[in-house]
């Protein structure tokens, strides 16, 4: 039984982390839009409006909630259930570090290594568009129905671009699991320059990256392709009926597809919990330099406080800081949480990309948006796999 | 553990196979069918066909049953008006399910007395790397055939589906 | 090891979601639960489909299922398209009302 | 050796000019046609210096066609001397021919296409030539065809064109037909097609089988190179463009027929019967066209009779023996009847299309390249010696003489014949006084270098290419006679040809009238070409007609088979009308039928005990 434990145990833990991430997630994003709008975002909830989540889920959980009388009630009830478990589903396979020792056992960073995770994810994702999907149609409410139409119109077309942009690094992997993929990442050209996929010889899968970002983009509904949701068209399309949990459901769905995809992103191209550059050359210290270096920031703004509060809290801040930074310098902790680092690191700067691009892009309309999927990103993709295939075959 | 799993996997399967049959909305219909692909998976699984699991998923659930979907609700395809009973498929088609059913079970039992069971990991030659290698070796022309027929589908369907050009 | 399943199980449960199918196809009127009925008939001989290979040791099984499967891909694409266009000719999704070829 | 490639080049050219030759100028397509054919030749003359002195066969063998049981053929080519001869004449001639035609059909319309015809027709020819066992040979056999088909119908809306294209396709199937059946033959007795291992083991075989063989060769042989019975096509081929019937109808496919006999010598050796019957068919051949060619006023007409002609001493040679002295002949017949047809394609070119050699007259002056090269090519067919047509007639006859006698004095009568109509074209086309209206002009280089150079080969290529010597490890040399006599006599023939032509149609022009006039009856008769085409028309063309009309027609194809098809129907009908209440176009219930079925199966495949 000691197996089933150890799959609870990380499994309550990745969850836990999954779904705080979640909830700072989107204080990230609202901050962060807004500093691209130059406005303050949430500040008042807390310092820096910190606790902002925690007052979001409490408004949400409290709120009434409405059931409609004109819905199909059990696929109206079951679609924001389905649409999170399946959001949440894809992040079960993801490997976040490498082999660690606890209670004497030796075990995987990674909640299942499935011979066919990859193949796994994927299906995942194709399955996930029901959600949207039976929302908008169990809503029996027109613009929800247009916008689940849409929605699966649109992730159908674009799970081929994605579909083919997967297969293209899965040829110079060799395997379908994902933890084996990103071994495969392992190791240096010309001792520092990191083997990751995206660089990976005798095919770099530059290409294939840029597709897969753009389908994940599409994928989850994100802006440029945000239109399932589209507010000013479709009175925010398939989740216009929802209210209170159910709707924070959409929400999280949401985030946690972003958070899946990025992470997916990252174990596929960008070497997964792999550092940027080798051991020996000091990338154990990166992230005790990183965190010292924040801590520094902290202490020096708590020193010169723009607002009373700050003189108290950032040297609070700064503290914690330089405790992480001493605990990521313990040589035994260091085989843990290095790589949690690393991987934290890539993703969080992929979900930052997400939050750039929504804070500056607009809406593309439906016609383009079909058209770019079947005449644009699915020929490159095809032609992408083509020539990878050729390169591997010749040169391995 | 194997026979609980497939306890509680088939009869998730055969309770929504029983629910697309009776439901009278296409779409309830759809998501019980769903159900049984999901089930069927899982029981891919257990029988140590892990690829097939996922392209089960993937295509079955994944593709075909969307399309399905998205037809039912382009057409809003309401429920069925019980009307106009074939009299023959009524009078002769439910005594001949039941006597099919039986004579299939029937048969199926006796057509393996002495055959093990089937145990997880009892076949480990259902990974992607065996499907592959049989598929692009041995199985090269059929599956180059289906090709084609796949593309011939796909214009078939096109041509079918297209507005009317002027 | 505990106890496994007898490969007749698997069969019969194969022979049970097939007649389900069957069943679907003779009592539905709704053109594509019919066509869905179809799709349960073809799940039901991919699981015996595998369950041979497991019982015979070999891929082979598995290589039919999924030509069965890509069949069944071509076959609801194609099969959906001739669905939307009975219906956009004669607005009517009821297979006893599709009957021109009588007489 | 990458012998492949030589017929590749031109196919090549074909395909180019084929496919985009619409959008080319005249420039590109000349450059991919003649190109293709030069580096052809060129391809040629390096292999045949690297194979060195090719005393034993080289053959490559690319992939295998056809596998069934035991017989398995492959795509081979082979090259021996034989071979070697061919190829040079095929790509050498067939590429100043090339050359010719820029001139020649700078006016007309579909360049492209004609270009294209051409290297498709010179593919064929090569494949013919190269061919390593009969089908592959075949292949080229009819591939020619094809050509020859779509080069004679080039000027397509013209009616005789087409008509003339279908005549030599549909003859030309009766000789393929008898290749066919020979080739059938050849697999049951000798279980191959290979040349080699036909060659080897044709001595066990009985005479019986070989002569049947070699019978039904030489009917392939007759349609292609228009021996008697099917020669009628050939002069209906002059409707094609005139490089055309120099490249095709004289110079290169039409010895295809000389050529296979020759390279099938082993067994014709061993067939005597059929070694008479192609040496008594060519002479008859060789005799008759040139008593046609007597009274032909169209000059191609009079050249594509006498090319009749020549083929049947190419045919006489093979006949009696002397394969090498047919393939002489061959080589010589291509250097001047080829500078003949182009000759005669220069003074049409010169005078915008006129044919008929009454309109022409006193052209020396006005076209003096073409009428001195004319004259080169008239004294080498004439047989004056030392130019080329002398050594390889010559070598016929004495060939023929020991043979037979008589071969050797109707060869001798015709050979004077050949000399008279020859010249006889030659003086009314370009002695006397001009009686036509058009303005004569000398035709462009391109024209003009082609007809020098085989000018030049007409008059040295018989001393030059010493054939017969060549082809000694294959054909046995005659052996000398040293008697001059024979020889002496045919030179005297063909002066007296020649005499008799200046006499009638340079110093007494009234004279061939009265003759006319004496011997009307018997002028009527050759005139009209002693009425074949007619006799054909009423032996074979109208009854078979006839009977696919009022039999096959009327009577097979409305009453019996339309018959039984109608019967059939009905009858399907009514017990359609029967089952049809079982379609009731429920769907539904037709899915009942098939459970019912299924179930009725299982039961009885449980009785039966199918199933345990």
New interface residues.
């Given amino acids: 039984m000691n197996f089933f434990l150890l799959s609870l145990i990380k499994a309550a833990v990745v969850a836990f982390v999954l779904l705080t991430t979640l909830a700072y997630l989107q204080w990230v994003e609202r901050k962060v839009i807004a500093h691209i709008q130059v406005r303050m975002g949430p500040s008042r909830v807390g310092p820096h409006g910190l606790l902002q989540p925690l007052a979001d889920v409490i408004k949400l959980i409290t709120k009434e909630d409405l059931i409609p009388p004109y819905v199909n009630k059990l696929l109206y009830l079951a679609a924001p259930f389905f649409a999170v478990t399946m959001a949440l589903l894809s992040i079960s396979v993801i490997p976040f570090g490498a082999e660690i020792h606890v209670f004497g056992g030796t075990t995987w960073m990674q909640l299942a290594d499935l011979n066919i995770g990859i193949l796994f994810v994927l299906a995942v994702s194709s399955v996930s568009v029901y959600g949207i999907a039976l929302a908008g149609w169990a809503s029996n409410n027109k613009y929800s129905l247009m916008g689940g139409l849409r929605s699966s119109a649109q992730m159908i077309s674009y799970e081929l671009p994605l579909s083919m942009a997967v297969a293209a690094p899965l040829l110079l992997a060799n395997t379908l699991s994902l933890r084996h993929i990103v071994e495969g990442q392992a190791g240096y050209y010309l001792g520092f320059i990191p083997r990751w996929s995206v660089i990976q010889t005798p095919m770099p899968q530059i290409f294939s990256f840029i597709i897969f970002l753009i389908a994940a983009f599409a994928e989850t509904n994100r802006v440029p392709f945000d239109l399932p949701e589209a507010e000013n068209e479709l009175v925010a399309g398939f989740h216009t009926e929802y209210s209170s949990m159910k709707f924070a459901s959409f929400f999280m769905a949401e985030y946690s597809n972003m958070v899946t995809v990025c992470s997916i992103t990252t174990t596929l191209f960008l070497g997964g919990w792999l550092p940027l550059w080798p051991a020996s050359a000091g990338s154990n210290f990166v992230p005790a330099t990183v965190f010292v270096l924040a801590g520094a920031v902290a202490l020096y703004h708590g020193l010169n406080p723009a607002r009373r509060m700050d003189r108290l809290t950032l040297p609070v801040v700064a503290v914690v800081f330089f405790l992480i930074a001493v605990i990521f310098l313990i040589p035994a902790l260091q085989g843990a949480l290095l790589p949690l680092f690393w991987f934290a690191a890539k993703t969080g700067a992929l979900l930052f990309l997400f939050i750039w691009i929504r804070g500056t892009l607009p809406r593309f309309r439906y016609d383009q948006l079909m058209a770019f999927a079947w005449k644009f990103m699915f020929p490159v993709a095809v032609l992408n796999l083509l020539v990878t295939g050729l390169m591997v075959a010749l040169f391995s | 553990?194997?026979?609980i799993l497939?306890l509680i996997f088939?009869a998730i399967?055969?309770i929504c196979?029983?629910n697309?049959?009776v439901q009278s909305h296409?779409?309830s219909?759809?998501?019980s069918?769903?159900g049984?692909?999901g089930s069927?998976a899982v029981?891919?699984l257990?029988?140590?066909?892990?690829?097939?699991?996922?392209?089960?998923?993937?295509?079955?659930?994944?593709?075909?049953m969307?399309?399905?979907?998205?037809?039912?609700?382009?057409?809003n395809?309401g429920a069925?008006?019980?009307k106009?009973r074939?009299l023959?498929?009524?009078v002769?088609?439910?005594p001949?399910?039941f006597?099919?059913?039986g004579?299939?079970?029937?048969?199926?039992?006796?057509?393996?007395p002495g055959?093990?069971?089937?145990?997880f990991g009892?076949?480990r030659?259902?990974?992607?790397l065996?499907?592959g290698r049989?598929?692009f070796t041995q199985?090269l022309l059929?599956f180059e055939v289906?090709s084609v027929?796949?593309l011939?589908?796909?214009v078939?369907?096109?041509v079918?589906?297209q507005k009317e050009m002027e | 090891m505990s106890a496994g399943v007898p490969i007749s199980w698997y069969l019969i449960l194969s022979a049970v979601l097939f007649t389900l199918g069957v069943a679907g196809f003779l009592l539905r009127r709704n053109v594509i639960t019919v066509f869905m009925s179809i799709e349960l008939m073809l799940n039901a001989v991919n699981l015996s489909f595998i369950t041979f290979s497991y019982q015979l040791k070999q891929v082979n099984g598995h290589i039919f299922s999924f030509f069965v499967m890509v069949v069944a891909a071509a076959e609801a694409a194609v099969g959906l398209a001739i669905i939307l266009t009975v219906f956009k000719n004669r607005s009517t999704l009821n297979i006893d009302d599709v009957s021109s070829m009588k007489n | 050796m990458q012998l492949w490639l030589i017929p590749v080049f031109p196919l090549a050219g074909f395909l180019l000019n084929g496919v985009f030759g619409r959008r080319f100028s005249k420039a590109a397509v000349n450059a991919i046609a003649i190109g293709s054919v030069l580096l052809s030749f060129c391809w040629v003359v390096k292999t045949l210096l690297g194979l060195g002195d090719l005393n034993a066969a080289h053959t490559e063998q690319y992939f295998t066609w056809i596998q069934s049981g035991s017989l398995n053929i492959g795509w081979d080519f082979t090259v021996d001397r034989l071979t070697a001869v061919m190829l040079l004449v095929v790509t050498g001639v067939g590429s100043l021919i090339h050359i010719y035609s820029i001139g020649y059909m700078a006016h007309e319309g579909g360049y492209y296409r004609f270009f294209a015809y051409l290297n498709l027709f010179m593919f064929f020819m090569l494949t013919l030539v190269l061919a390593a066992n009969y089908l592959v040979m075949f292949v080229g056999w009819e591939g020619v065809g094809l050509c020859s088909y779509l080069l004679i119908g080039f000027y397509f809306d013209k009616k005789f064109a087409t008509d003339a294209g279908n005549k030599a396709f549909i003859v030309n199937r009766i000789g393929d037909f008898g290749f066919s059946l020979a080739m059938f033959l050849i697999v049951v007795n000798f279980g191959s097609l290979d040349f080699g291992t036909v060659f080897t083991s044709v001595t066990g075989k009985s005479e019986a089988t070989l002569t049947a063989i070699a019978f039904l060769l030489l009917v392939g042989a007759c349609g292609k190179s228009a021996q008697i019975p099917l020669y009628v096509w050939l002069p209906d081929a002059m409707a094609g463009p005139t490089p055309v019937s120099a490249l095709i109808h004289a110079a290169t496919m039409v010895t295809a027929g000389v050529y296979m006999v020759a390279r099938s010598a082993a067994i014709y050796t061993h067939a005597p019967a059929a070694m008479e019957a192609v040496a008594i068919i060519g002479l008859a051949t060789a005799f008759f066209a040139a008593t046609i060619g007597l009274a032909q006023n169209d000059i191609k007409k009079v050249f594509a009779y006498s090319t009749v002609s020549q083929l049947g001493y190419m045919f006489l040679g093979a006949g009696v023996g002397a394969f090498s002295a047919g393939i002489y002949h061959l080589v010589t017949h291509a250097f001047f009847k080829a500078l003949l047809f182009l000759g005669a394609g220069s003074v049409i070119h010169a005078l915008g299309g006129e044919q008929d050699v009454r309109n022409m007259g006193g052209l020396r002056k006005k076209i003096p390249w073409t009428f001195w090269t004319m004259i080169c090519a008239s004294v080498a067919i004439a047989g004056v010696p030392p130019f080329a047509g002398f050594y390889s007639k010559d070598a016929i006859l004495a060939a023929a003489d020991q043979h037979a006698p008589w071969m050797y004095w109707v060869g001798v009568i015709t050979a004077g014949m050949t000399a008279f109509y020859v010249f006889r074209a030659i003086f009314l086309a370009f002695f006397g006084e001009y009686r036509g209206k058009a303005h004569p002009h000398e035709s462009p280089l391109a024209m003009i270098g082609p007809l020098v150079v085989l000018a030049a080969l007409s008059l040295a290529g018989g001393k030059l290419f010493n054939i017969p010597e060549f082809l000694a490890p294959l054909f046995p040399l005659a052996k000398e006679t040293g008697d001059i006599g024979p020889v002496i006599i045919s030179v005297a023939f063909g002066f007296a040809g020649i005499g008799l032509a200046a006499l009638f149609y340079l110093f007494k022009p009234g004279l061939p009238d009265q003759i006319v006039a004496t011997f009307g009856g018997l002028y009527k008769l050759v005139y009209n070409k002693y009425f074949v085409d007619e006799i054909y028309d009423a032996v074979v063309v109208n009854p078979v007609v006839g009977g696919s009309r009022e039999v096959l027609w009327k009577g097979v194809d409305a009453a019996i088979i339309d018959g039984a098809v109608n019967g059939v129907g009905s009858q399907a009908r009514g017990i359609g009308g029967v089952l049809k209440r079982l379609q009731s176009g429920n769907i539904r219930s037709y899915a009942a039928w098939v459970l019912l079925g299924s179930v009725v199966l299982l039961l009885v495949m449980g009785v039966m005990g199918g199933l345990r």
């Fill in positions: 553990m194997d026979v497939f088939a399967a055969v196979g029983f697309v049959v296409p779409i219909s759809a998501i069918l769903i049984v692909m069927l029981l891919y257990l029988l140590g066909a892990e690829f097939l699991a996922a392209a089960q998923v993937i295509v079955y659930a994944g593709a075909i969307v399309l399905f979907v998205f037809v039912i609700m382009l057409l395809a069925e008006i019980r106009g074939s023959l498929a009524q002769l088609g439910i001949m399910l006597t099919f059913l004579l299939m079970a029937f048969f199926t039992r006796n057509m393996f055959a093990p069971d089937v145990h009892g076949f030659h259902g990974t992607a065996d499907v049989a598929l199985y059929p289906v027929l796949i011939i589908a796909i078939g369907a096109v079918l589906a």
